[in-house]
């Protein structure tokens, strides 16, 4: 922040504010005895607008990332905003990974399980932001999507310093280093990687192959879907054949047929507890994420089984990405290169049982952790024929783009 | 003696004058922080709820405001992407049946702890009534969720005794209008409570005296004096049904996607603010002339008599 072009004074929305007379509390009430409000309004009426999130990307661009990492220090701290659940934790709710962390580099981590859902959270972080401000984490757990996407075209991310990840270029699997969300590593590296595939109650309805089993009528009212429109969506392009990130926008039209042929079987769409109704029968078949179907199967739950529908299936991705308003950038990054070796990445993966991103961690956890069932299953380290049947999300070309895709699907689960 | 020294009286009429002056612009001091509450916490945030909604734009591009008046047709109108009028619709019905259920229910609790138990009972029975609020509303709503859940107790009970198989509650408006009743219960009760517990005992003796007979008594008697509490149990309680989206979120399926639902995804999920803020005002502008009809017909003149 030392860097004048970047003062927080200069911008001009804080030199708007500043210079322009504000509505005081005194004033109001003066103006409402004497105008009945009319001032007031007219007031409200001057400053009436609400900025786009469209700012500032133009500038991002032309950041000198070598000099940018230069002024920054290790400042021994470290923000983290994850979701719940996500790192390895004990009984305690202490987290050995961020432990030895503490001890190889001498950060603290402030740890913070704030992310529940990424529209909840970026509501929260994205006017901060655009507003050039610090929003209190040096480092954010963000799942490819819109919001991502958004947050690299209005340049909100650090681009980060590969010299200083080394362990990065060294231990990630092939298959997160180019994604198409963010080509080249540029502004994320991957947490943990998912699925979303089906789940179903195997002593209800027997074996589940494909999208195209959900469409029989025996289902009426047992399917469970995602309620988020990017899940249903792209689950609807691979069931009617396309590949999400190769459709057009008449393939779009009719993966919203096929999901209207769907309607009559779905009993809801779920933020969560979708994983309780196939438990309990409310449901038979759901769409899921692989990691939470991973976690009901150990915890006694043998008949409730995940499947790779045969037309394929989603991958998405939990990315770390920098803010660049963070107050301790070289900390995150610190944290990002510590996190890419097969021991803390295996102890993650070992805790989490999503995707890990490093696949010599298998090693760490079949040998040294001593857990053949995480080691061993396909939900955590895919094999090469799943990887083949996985696809990405749709990755929406801009704003407007995103506007038809929510245009389309949005009544689908608000009915 | 008869000398009296007038100005000895007429002294103090200044300092009098002051002090009344002081007791009257009293209220008017006091009042100035209740209007700035107002005027800070609901006026402005009214006028710019109104204004966001009459904005174009997107959130990329940002808002202005266009008085884009042509947004409540475009939503509620009979071309609307989504039927934001069923929503609305619906969350009036569900909030009308929770309402009429919370006082079925809550009206023989607030009679009973009212009049038919000593004293000492009525403290802790009135504890009984609020320690739901101790735990987490979101936990108590999910928690209906397991209990009315396919494999649940209640199903499981009725499916052994005969009921068919294909019958569920959890995903039906019954289970989100129940939802709603069972957390509001309490809002209705509350104030019921208060107004019998401030009838005069008497009263219900003289009407016993002039020929009353039970029912009479209450339905003459009763019933007419704790109107004041039905009427603010049904302020507090349908106000907060109509808007609630958490019991529709948990309890309710696929048909039970309500206005509050809507206005929180357009504001959270998909950002189109104008959107968000046309849904409510709509939702406000409803519910007052619903409550104004209502306290109208109901026959007062002036709301705050019964409050």
């Given amino acids: 922040m030392s860097d004048p072009e970047r003062d927080p004074s200069r911008d001009p929305a804080l030199l708007r504010g500043l210079t322009q007379s504000r509505i005081s509390r005194r004033g109001l009430i003066r103006a409402g005895g004497a105008l009945g409000g009319a001032a007031a309004i007219s007031a409200l009426l001057a400053a009436c607008s609400i900025p786009g999130s469209d700012q500032g990307g133009a500038a991002a661009s032309e950041i000198d990332w070598t000099s940018w990492w230069a002024g920054k220090k290790k400042a021994g701290t470290l923000n983290f905003a994850n979701w719940p659940l996500y790192i390895d934790q004990d009984d305690k709710g202490n987290s050995q990974s961020l432990a030895l962390f503490t001890k190889a580099t001498g950060i603290e981590v402030n740890y913070k399980e704030v992310i529940q859902d990424i529209p909840g959270f970026y509501a ?10 610090s929003t209190g984490y040096d480092l954010m757990v963000i799942t490819n999507g819109w919001e991502l996407t958004e947050m690299i075209q209005n340049g909100w991310l650090a681009q980060l310093d590969h010299s200083q990840l080394p362990n990065f270029a060294k231990y990630a699997d092939p298959s997160i280093m180019f994604p198409s969300f963010d080509p080249g590593n540029l502004h994320s590296a991957v947490w943990q990687t998912g699925f979303t595939g089906l789940a179903y109650n195997e002593k209800l309805t027997g074996p589940i192959t494909s999208f195209a089993d959900l469409l029989d009528p025996k289902y009426k009212g047992k399917i469970g879907m995602l309620s988020d429109n990017t899940e249903y969506g792209n689950a609807a392009l691979l069931a009617i054949g396309v590949d999400p990130n190769k459709s057009t926008r008449d393939d779009w039209k009719k993966a919203y047929d096929w999901l209207k042929k769907l309607e009559p079987n779905v009993a809801k769409f779920y933020d969560q507890g979708y994983t309780d109704a196939l438990q309990n029968g409310d449901i038979w078949i759901s769409q899921c994420y692989s990691g939470d179907i991973f976690q009901v199967q150990a915890g006694g739950h043998p008949e409730i089984k995940y499947v ?25 990054l610190a944290w990002m290169n510590f ?31 001593g857990d053949p069932d995480v080691a061993n299953s396909p939900l955590v380290f895919p094999n090469a024929e799943t990887l083949a049947k996985s696809h990405e999300y749709y990755v929406y070309k801009d704003y407007a783009d995103y506007q038809a895709w929510n245009k389309l699907f949005n009544p689908i689960a608000q009915s | 003696m008869s000398a009296i020294d007038t100005s000895t009286i007429s002294l103090p009429s200044s300092p009098v004058k002051g002090r009344r002056f002081a007791r009257l612009s009293v209220p008017y001091f006091l009042a100035i922080v209740g209007s700035a509450w107002m005027i800070v916490l609901f006026l402005i945030p009214l006028i710019s709820g109104l204004l966001v909604s009459l904005m174009t734009g997107n959130v990329e591009q940002g808002y202005t405001l266009t008085w884009n008046f042509g ?90 005794l005969g009921v068919s198989g294909d019958f569920h509650i959890l995903g039906t ?92 995804d357009t504001y959270l999920t998909q950002q189109e603010y104008n959107v968000a803020a046309a849904l409510s005002t709509v939702l406000m502008i409803a519910l007052g002339i619903i409550l104004f009809a209502y306290a109208r017909i109901f026959g007062t003149e002036n709301i705050e008599d019964l409050v």
């Fill in chain 1, 308 to 332: 790779t529908p045969k037309e394929g299936q989603v991958m998405w991705h939990d990315n770390m990405c920098i803010p660049i308003t963070a107050d301790h950038p070289v900390d995150a």
């Fill in chain 2, 71 to 160: 947004i409540y047709a475009q939503l509620f109108g009979p071309g609307a992407d989504v039927p934001y009028a069923l929503f609305l619709g619906r969350a009036l019905l569900f909030g009308v049946t929770a309402t009429l259920i919370t006082i079925v229910i809550g009206y023989p609790m607030a009679y009973f702890i009212a009049f038919r138990v000593t004293p000492r009972w009525k403290t802790p029975l009135l504890a009984l009534v609020m320690v739901s609020f101790l735990v987490s509303f979101i936990i108590r709503t999910d928690m209906w969720a397991f209990l009315l859940g396919g494999n649940g107790p209640l199903l499981s009970l009725l499916h052994r």
């Fill in chain 1, 339 to 369: 996190y890419y070796t097969p021991e803390i990445a295996g102890l993650v993966a070992d805790y989490v049982n999503y995707v890990c991103p490093v696949p010599a961690a298998r090693d760490y956890i079949l040998n040294t952790i």
């Fill in chain 1, 124 to 133: 929260k972080v994205a006017p901060l932001l655009r507003g050039k401000q």
């Fill in chain 2, 173 to 264: 408006p019954a289970a989100v209008i129940g939802g709603l009743a069972y957390n509001n219960l309490p809002f209705m009760v509350l104030p019921i409570y208060v107004a019998l517990e401030r009838i005069d005992a008497r009263l219900f003796e003289a009407a016993s005296d002039l020929y009353g007979n039970p029912r009479t008594v209450f339905m003459k008697t009763t019933l007419p004096l704790s109107r004041s509490g039905i009427f603010s149990g049904i302020l507090l309680v349908f106000i907060d049904c109509v808007g609630d989206p958490v019991n529709a979120q948990l309890l309710g399926g696929k048909s039970t996607y309500l206005i509050g639902q809507a206005i929180q």
